[in-house]
């Protein structure tokens, strides 16, 4: 459960975009959407490895942001 922490004098627009906020970062939409489908492991670990070689050229400076 979400708790949002309103301060005195703060409107319901301000409340929902905390909330809408916390719901992000928890990450519960994301998980949906990749339980929605299916992908093998190999296509997993494939895309695992990209990302990881992807971060690693990002940190020595090999590709700019």
């Given at each position: ?9 703060d409107n319901i627009e ?21 339980r929605t489908k299916f ?6 670990r494939r895309e695992q ?17």
């Amino acid at each position: 459960m979400l708790i949002v922490q309103l301060k005195e004098g703060d409107n319901i627009e301000k409340a929902l975009k905390k909330y809408k906020k916390k719901y992000e970062k928890t990450g519960v939409i994301k998980e949906l959407r990749d339980r929605t489908k299916f992908t093998k492991p190999s296509v997993r670990r494939r895309e695992q490895i990209i990302k990881a070689a992807y971060k690693q050229k990002l940190q020595i400076g090999a590709i700019e942001a």
